[in-house]
């Protein structure tokens, strides 16, 4: 067998590998959610959404295959992500320099009640880190601390970009939009 054969046939079995889709599935109700560590552990087994290439973001997201994990999807009709919903964005393109060397992640959690009352209603954003031992928390809350990629961003805030999806409960991916 040749070498590009052997390549395709590697990459149509990779691909027909892919991780299932998200389901509807029914939350708990409840007013308020505060997500830790723990609940970020297996964001793998939730099902995704292939986001597709995507150019760089300014400083904040490089380009590269987005996918989107979420724990679970609203039911159809919608106008909201319920509270306790969330949402993990994997960049496919990033790759460690070692295996010591965690891999970042950006989340979003439908906190509810009144949190982000002044940016996106309900939402607390997070940057996560996957090594070894696990998925960390690197930050959370209305957007990064000072210092970090975000918090010298020319475009802005996490709030200043997700407000332009405010008709879609501020969650900007199409793969996502309530119906």
């Known amino acids: 067998m040749n070498h590009?054969?052997?390549?395709?046939?590697?990459?149509a079995a990779l691909t027909s590998c892919d991780t299932p889709k998200p389901v509807v599935r029914e939350l708990p109700p409840r007013e308020h959610y505060v997500a830790l560590a723990r609940d970020f552990q297996d964001f793998r087994s939730w099902g995704s959404?292939?986001?597709?290439?995507?150019?760089?973001q300014g400083e904040t997201h490089d380009e590269?295959?987005?996918?989107a994990f979420v724990n679970a999807l609203?039911?159809?009709g919608s106008t909201q992500f319920p509270v306790g919903?969330?949402?993990?964005?994997?960049?496919?393109a990033q790759r460690p320099r070692s295996s010591e060397e965690p891999r970042k992640h950006f989340a979003m959690v439908k906190?509810?009640?009144n949190f982000n009352a002044l940016g996106a209603r309900g939402w607390e954003w997070f940057e996560l880190v996957e090594g070894p031992r696990g998925v960390a928390i690197n930050w959370r809350g209305l957007g990064a601390p000072d210092g970090e990629g975000y918090g010298g961003d020319p475009l802005g805030t996490c709030n200043s970009c997700h407000q332009m999806a405010a008709g879609n409960d501020f969650v900007l991916s199409e793969a996502l939009t309530l119906r």
């Open 74 to 76: 609203p039911p159809p």
């Open 85 to 92: 919903t969330i949402i993990v964005k994997e960049n496919l």
């Open 4 to 11: 590009h054969l052997l390549a395709i046939v590697a990459v």
């Open 64 to 67: 590269g295959n987005l996918r």
């Open 49 to 56: 959404l292939d986001l597709g290439e995507r150019p760089a």
């Open 111 to 113: 906190r509810g009640a």
